[in-house]
Every structure is written in structure tokens, then in C-alpha cells.
């Protein structure tokens, strides 16, 4: 859908919907997408289409009670993407609208907010010559920071606040899966990430630990260009006098907190681990507190955010 397009309202589904009988709810789900431009609204509107939403993009604010009127979420939940690109946009009337459906008994709302820093944006828009659409008029930036400011009291009022700064697309229908999945609860996920220091902390990071006492491969001109995944670097760094006490710990402190994040009913958890460089310390614990959590039958994923990024001649 072109970006100044009003939408259509959505008809019945295809036959070839999915509708099978674990997207039904006593309570409709709808699910709100809203947040900066460029932040990756496009992207969460399909990851939750393809976990059965039917999904609506760019949906005016007058149109969401006659979409309701036709819809019917308790069948098959709806996700709503309704940003500053609308027409009758506003703030104030985004509010209200919000805070009306979640009055509604028969309703489960959740507003989704993705934001991401200046840069990042401004970034995006250059790379991919799409015009900001509070910027027809001005320099890009100058769009950035009027939708920021209009936006501010609608961030507020999120439930699920994301920051896609350094995200990929892969990561964010990660999180998003996690949150709205449809069907039985699953239970607590947990997602560990190596990442480096100097570039910056995991922004999705529930917990963070800082390995960068570990001895470092890097002084090594022999594993200076090798990877925590290497056999003779996670040696060395396993090799430390601290590092069992420290592992032992890490995990002693995680054991008894994982059951009662499920408890509260929390269905995905960030553990970020990090050095400097993201290449060889927080690589290596992050592979091993993975294993450690599928040994304890916790379903995990891994990944190592800055392996490929730092240059070979920082520490």
C-alpha cells in the first residue's frame, strides 16, 4: 500500500486463511502498530500476518470502529498499523482512540511503539530516497524531530516499546513472535546475544553481564583473527583461573530467576553478554550459557550481534 493511501477495510478471509481453532479467544486480540517512520512498522505489520493476524496497514482513526463493526477479532485477531502518515493524525485523537478500545470487555488491546535513534532514521531514509512524510517541505531531520515531539505522549501509553536502532529484521520478527504468538502460552524463551561494548548495548537487553575481565584472545597474534567459535579461543578464555567461579555463578544467579520471570508472566528474555570488541570473551560465554540453558530443557536462541563488525585490529 502506497504510503498516503487510505486503506481499505478488510473483507472476509480467503478460505485458504488459517483459522484454526487456537486463534479463537474469549477476548479479541488487536494489536496496534504506531511509532517513528522508518522505525520498521511496515516489517512488524507482516511478521504478525504471518503468525495469523489479518493485518490492516495504515488505517485512518475514523475508520477503526467500522473496522471493528465489520471485523470480528475473537475469530482471528487483528493487527493495526495507524502512524503520522493518516490524514486525520493526531496525537490527542490517537489517545483517546486507544484508551476507548481498552475500555472495551471484549477486547484485549496492546499498542506496540517502535522507535529508533536520529541517526539510524535519517540514515534510512537517504539510503532508500523515500521521503519523510512530516518532511515534504524540509530536511529530513527537521521531519524526525516534529514527529518525535508529536508522538511523545503516544510512547507513553505503549505496552510493548522496541527500539529497532540496531535491530535487524530478523531480530525484530524475533521479539515479535515471542510477544504475540498466537495459539497455547508458550513458555519463557530466552535469547542470549554476544555483543561489543564500544558499539553500543543490545537495546532489547533484559539482563547485561560484562565479561571483559576475562583474559583476552586479542593480545594473542596467534587467535588475534579467530572467533570465540574457535576451539583454541574458547580455551584460552575458559582458561582463565576466574572463569569457572564466574560461569558458576552466572548460572547459579540465572537458576532460580528464569522460573519466576515465567511466573510473572514474561515470555521472552534478553541476556546480552559483552567485551570490547564482541569477537572472542562474549562470544564463548554466550555459546556456553546457551548450552547450559537447552541442558536445563529452556527453549534458547543465540546469536553473536558484532561478530562480523569490529574491525581485526581492536581488542
Same mark, same amino acid.
Given at each position: 500500500?502506497?504510503?498516503?493511501?487510505?486503506?481499505?477495510?478488510?473483507?472476509?478471509?480467503?478460505?485458504?486463511?488459517?483459522?484454526?481453532?487456537?486463534?479463537?479467544?474469549?477476548?479479541?486480540?488487536?494489536?496496534?502498530?504506531?511509532?517513528?517512520?522508518?522505525?520498521?512498522?511496515?516489517?512488524?505489520?507482516?511478521?504478525?500476518?504471518?503468525?495469523?493476524?489479518?493485518?490492516?496497514?495504515?488505517?485512518?482513526?475514523?475508520?477503526?470502529? $467500522? =473496522?471493528?463493526?465489520?471485523?470480528?477479532? +475473537? %475469530? #482471528?485477531?487483528?493487527? /493495526?498499523?495507524? !502512524?503520522?502518515?493518516?490524514? *486525520?493524525?493526531?496525537?490527542?485523537?490517537?489517545?483517546?482512540?486507544?484508551?476507548?478500545?481498552?475500555?472495551?470487555?471484549?477486547?484485549?488491546?496492546?499498542?506496540?511503539?517502535?522507535?529508533?535513534?536520529?541517526? $539510524? =532514521?535519517?540514515?534510512?531514509?537517504?539510503? +532508500? %530516497? #523515500?521521503?519523510?512524510? /512530516?518532511?515534504? !517541505?524540509?530536511?529530513?531531520? *527537521?521531519?524526525?524531530?516534529?514527529?518525535?515531539?508529536?508522538?511523545?505522549?503516544?510512547?507513553?501509553?505503549?505496552?510493548?516499546?522496541?527500539?529497532?536502532?540496531?535491530?535487524?529484521?530478523?531480530?525484530?520478527?524475533?521479539?515479535?513472535?515471542?510477544?504475540?504468538?498466537?495459539?497455547?502460552?508458550?513458555? /519463557?524463551?530466552?535469547?542470549?546475544?554476544?555483543?561489543?561494548?564500544?558499539?553500543?548495548?543490545?537495546?532489547?537487553?533484559?539482563?547485561?553481564?560484562?565479561?571483559?575481565?576475562?583474559?583476552?584472545?586479542?593480545?594473542?597474534?596467534?587467535?588475534?583473527?579467530?572467533?570465540?567459535?574457535?576451539?583454541?579461543?574458547?580455551?584460552?578464555?575458559?582458561?582463565?583461573?576466574?572463569?569457572?567461579?564466574?560461569?558458576?555463578?552466572?548460572?547459579?544467579?540465572?537458576?532460580?530467576?528464569?522460573?519466576?520471570?515465567?511466573?510473572?508472566?514474561?515470555?521472552?528474555?534478553?541476556?546480552?553478554?559483552?567485551?570490547?570488541?564482541?569477537?572472542?570473551?562474549?562470544?564463548?560465554?554466550?555459546?556456553?550459557?546457551?548450552?547450559?540453558?537447552?541442558?536445563?530443557?529452556?527453549?534458547?536462541?543465540?546469536?553473536?550481534?558484532?561478530?562480523?563488525?569490529?574491525?581485526?585490529?581492536?581488542?
Amino acid at each position: 500500500m502506497t504510503p498516503n493511501a487510505a486503506p481499505s477495510l478488510p473483507s472476509s478471509p480467503h478460505p485458504s486463511s488459517p483459522h484454526p481453532s487456537s486463534l479463537a479467544s474469549a477476548r479479541g486480540r488487536v494489536v496496534v502498530i504506531t511509532g517513528m517512520s522508518g522505525a520498521g512498522m511496515s516489517v512488524a505489520l507482516k511478521a504478525l500476518e504471518d503468525l495469523g493476524y489479518e493485518a490492516v496497514d495504515n488505517l485512518r482513526l475514523s475508520l477503526v470502529t $467500522a =473496522l471493528l463493526q465489520q471485523a470480528d477479532p +475473537t %475469530r #482471528r485477531p487483528l493487527a /493495526l498499523v495507524i !502512524d503520522s502518515r493518516t490524514r *486525520d493524525f493526531s496525537a490527542e485523537a490517537f489517545v483517546e482512540q486507544i484508551e476507548s478500545l481498552r475500555e472495551r470487555p471484549e477486547l484485549e488491546v496492546r499498542l506496540v511503539f517502535l522507535d529508533c535513534g536520529d541517526e $539510524a =532514521l535519517q540514515r534510512r531514509f537517504t539510503e +532508500t %530516497r #523515500r521521503r519523510h512524510p /512530516l518532511a515534504v !517541505d524540509r530536511p529530513v531531520p *527537521d521531519g524526525i524531530q516534529l514527529e518525535r515531539s508529536l508522538l511523545r505522549p503516544v510512547k507513553l501509553r505503549a505496552d510493548v516499546p522496541l527500539d529497532t536502532t540496531l535491530l535487524s529484521i530478523h531480530d525484530l520478527r524475533r521479539i515479535l513472535a515471542a510477544e504475540f504468538r498466537l495459539g497455547m502460552q508458550p513458555a /519463557l524463551q530466552v535469547f542470549v546475544t554476544s555483543f561489543s561494548f564500544r558499539l553500543g548495548l543490545p537495546r532489547e537487553a533484559d539482563l547485561v553481564f560484562d565479561v571483559r575481565f576475562l583474559t583476552n584472545p586479542h593480545w594473542d597474534p596467534a587467535l588475534r583473527p579467530l572467533t570465540g567459535l574457535d576451539p583454541a579461543v574458547a580455551e584460552r578464555v575458559a582458561g582463565d583461573p576466574d572463569f569457572p567461579r564466574f560461569f558458576d555463578r552466572l548460572t547459579a544467579l540465572l537458576e532460580p530467576l528464569l522460573p519466576r520471570y515465567g511466573l510473572e508472566g514474561k515470555s521472552y528474555l534478553t541476556i546480552a553478554i559483552g567485551c570490547t570488541g564482541g569477537k572472542h570473551r562474549s562470544v564463548h560465554v554466550a555459546e556456553r550459557l546457551a548450552a547450559w540453558l537447552a541442558d536445563q530443557g529452556i527453549r534458547v536462541g543465540l546469536s553473536h550481534r558484532d561478530l562480523d563488525k569490529g574491525a581485526s585490529g581492536t581488542p
